[in-house]
Structure formats: C-alpha cells, structure tokens
C-alpha cells in the first residue's frame, strides 16, 4: 500500500522541483476528471439563474485559473 501511495506521488509530482511531461499528462487527466465529475454531480440548469456575462465570467475565470495551476503547479507568489 505504501508502494502505491509512492508511485501516485510521483506520477503527481508532488516532491518534484520541476515537472515532467508525463506528470503534466497525468495531473492534466486527474483534473479533467474531477471537473467532469463535478459538472455531472452539479445542479441541472446552474447557468441559467445569472446572466450571460456571469456564466462566462465564472467557466472562464475559475475553472480554467484552477485547472493551470493543478496542471502545472505555479502559485502566486
């Protein structure tokens, strides 16, 4: 178990000073999945109670904010 819990480490990157492009491929894919997720668990018809300007502004700004920075793990500093 511990094995396993090493290899997904490292398949993350989560020790690594700079990422590989398989580590980019694999939190890419881990990232995409949760967002799947979370948009088929989400309510029906979100978007529809604000504008259109707001719905853009959110699917725009935070979601793809988000998903950079999990994919290639830059924070603001």
Do not use: H, N, P
Request: charged share 20%; hydrophobic share 55%.
């Amino acid at each position: 178990m511990e094995e396993a819990g090493r290899a997904a480490a490292w398949l993350l990157g989560l020790d690594a000073e700079d990422l590989s492009a398989l580590q980019m491929t694999v939190r890419a894919v881990v990232v995409y999945l949760a967002a799947l997720i979370m948009v088929r668990w989400g309510e029906k018809r979100f978007m529809g109670k604000g504008t259109a300007f707001e719905c853009a502004c959110g699917v725009v700004g935070l979601a793809s904010a988000t998903a950079t920075r999990a994919v290639s793990d830059q924070s603001a500093s």
